[in-house]
C-alpha cells in the first residue's frame, strides 16, 4: 500500500490549489518545465500510449503567436504568463507502441482504425493534462487550464508539420498571483454527484 500524502501536501495539490488567472514575476526556467514533465510523464495511460505532445511556449514570439488564436480575455493571459503550454494529441501514438508497450504488439490494436486512435488520444492525453497540473502544483507552481481559443488555429500555427497531432487544450504556468482569482466556487458532497451500487 502506497505511503498516504500528509494534509499539507492533498492541500498544496487539490484541496488549496486554484486555477489562477495571472501570475507574479517569479520565473519558469527551462529547468522547471524539465521538472515538471520527469513527474507527469509517470501518470499511467491505457497501454502506456503517452499520446500528450506538449509544446512550451516561453518566448515572446511563440506567446504572441498563441495569444492570436485565443479568444476574449485569455490572449491577454497567455502574453502575461511566464509560460503557457499547448497540449496537443498525437492520434498517431500507436506507432510509438513498440518502444513504449513492448512485451506485446499493441500497434496492432490501432493499425487501421483511426477512430479507436481519436478516442484512445484524447482520453488519454487529457488524463497527461491533469497528470502535469498535478506535478506543476507539486513542484510549487500554478496553472491556468483554458478551451477559450480556435483549434483549427492553432493546429495551423504549432501542428502544420505534424498533422496527425490535434490540439486539445492551453494552460498557463508560473506561481499564481492571488489577486487574480476570485472566492473559491463549491464542490458537492459525495452524495450529490455519487452513487454506490
Same mark, same amino acid.
Given at each position: 500500500?502506497?505511503?498516504?500524502?500528509?494534509?499539507? %501536501?492533498?492541500?498544496?495539490?487539490?484541496? %488549496? %490549489?486554484?486555477?489562477?488567472?495571472?501570475?507574479?514575476?517569479?520565473?519558469?526556467?527551462?529547468?522547471?518545465?524539465?521538472?515538471?514533465?520527469?513527474?507527469?510523464?509517470?501518470?499511467?495511460? &491505457?497501454?502506456? $500510449?503517452?499520446?500528450?505532445?506538449?509544446?512550451?511556449?516561453? &518566448?515572446?514570439?511563440?506567446?504572441?503567436?498563441?495569444?492570436?488564436?485565443?479568444?476574449?480575455?485569455?490572449?491577454?493571459?497567455?502574453?502575461?504568463?511566464?509560460?503557457? =503550454?499547448?497540449?496537443?494529441?498525437?492520434?498517431?501514438?500507436?506507432?510509438?507502441?513498440?518502444?513504449?508497450?513492448?512485451?506485446?504488439?499493441?500497434?496492432?490494436?490501432?493499425?487501421?482504425? #483511426?477512430?479507436?486512435? $481519436?478516442?484512445?488520444?484524447?482520453?488519454?492525453?487529457?488524463? $497527461?493534462?491533469?497528470?502535469?497540473?498535478?506535478?506543476?502544483?507539486?513542484?510549487?507552481?500554478?496553472?491556468?487550464?483554458?478551451?477559450?481559443?480556435?483549434?483549427?488555429?492553432?493546429?495551423?500555427?504549432?501542428?502544420?508539420?505534424?498533422?496527425?497531432?490535434?490540439?486539445?487544450?492551453?494552460?498557463?504556468?508560473?506561481?499564481?498571483?492571488?489577486?487574480?482569482?476570485?472566492?473559491?466556487?463549491?464542490?458537492?458532497?459525495? #452524495?450529490?454527484?455519487?452513487?454506490? =451500487?
Amino acid at each position: 500500500m502506497a505511503e498516504k500524502l500528509s494534509d499539507s %501536501a492533498l492541500d498544496t495539490i487539490f484541496r %488549496a %490549489a486554484r486555477s489562477y488567472n495571472g501570475y507574479t514575476d517569479h520565473p519558469v526556467t527551462i529547468d522547471d518545465c524539465h521538472a515538471i514533465w520527469d513527474v507527469m510523464k509517470w501518470g499511467p495511460t &491505457s497501454a502506456n $500510449q503517452m499520446p500528450a505532445r506538449l509544446i512550451w511556449c516561453t &518566448s515572446d514570439a511563440a506567446k504572441a503567436k498563441l495569444a492570436a488564436c485565443a479568444s476574449g480575455t485569455n490572449g491577454p493571459k497567455i502574453l502575461a504568463a511566464p509560460v503557457t =503550454v499547448i497540449f496537443g494529441n498525437d492520434e498517431n501514438f500507436h506507432e510509438k507502441l513498440p518502444e513504449l508497450f513492448p512485451h506485446t504488439n499493441a500497434k496492432s490494436w490501432f493499425d487501421g482504425n #483511426e477512430p479507436l486512435r $481519436q478516442v484512445s488520444a484524447m482520453r488519454n492525453g487529457t488524463l $497527461q493534462g491533469a497528470y502535469f497540473m498535478i506535478a506543476a502544483r507539486a513542484l510549487g507552481f500554478d496553472t491556468g487550464p483554458m478551451s477559450g481559443f480556435s483549434n483549427e488555429a492553432v493546429d495551423a500555427a504549432f501542428f502544420a508539420d505534424t498533422p496527425h497531432i490535434k490540439s486539445n487544450f492551453i494552460s498557463t504556468l508560473g506561481v499564481g498571483d492571488p489577486a487574480t482569482i476570485f472566492g473559491r466556487l463549491p464542490r458537492p458532497a459525495f #452524495e450529490a454527484f455519487n452513487t454506490v =451500487v
